[in-house]
């Protein structure tokens, strides 16, 4: 009886630490619907582009703490114009160097893939967008 017990414990340890694995996976996997919570003021194709691939993680509707610190764009309009443009530059870096969206995400998810003419729109908006707001 008493070894029973211990090993029904010990099932339900394991269970635990399973089950608290996965809830971990999936936030940092999860797919979000783009549809809520607030949006950057972007022109309507960097708009698309990004939530279909960073909204996920980067957005008041992830839970993924790690990347909104970095970056949420669903605070966006109210980043102050030096971090806006520290911003700018990071993701302009991050999706060249195809660090972003994260490699394992865009494994499970091909369509969040960012193509060669994306990455390249995104930057050039991104260094204009700079222009703009140093005032050229
Ligand atoms: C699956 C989740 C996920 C997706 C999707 C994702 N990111 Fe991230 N991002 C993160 C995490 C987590 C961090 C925090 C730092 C790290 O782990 O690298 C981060 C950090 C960043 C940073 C900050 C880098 C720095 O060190 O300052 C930028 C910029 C960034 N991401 C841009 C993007 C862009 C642009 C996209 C969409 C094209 C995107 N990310 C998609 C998870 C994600």
Known sequence: MKKLFAFLITIGIFVSIAAVLSAQRQNENSINP????SKPDFP?????IVERSCFDCHSDNSGNFAAKGKLNYSSWD???IARKI???????NMITKGKM?????VKKHPEKALSQEEKEIICKWASEETN???GE
């Open 101 to 105: 969206p994260k490699r394992n995400f």
């Open 78 to 80: 109210e980043y102050s």
């Open 44 to 48: 309507e194709n960097i708009l698309k």
């Open 86 to 92: 520290s911003r700018l530059d990071a993701i302009c």
């Open 34 to 37: 783009p549809e809520s919570g």
């Open 132 to 134: 703009k707001l140093l």
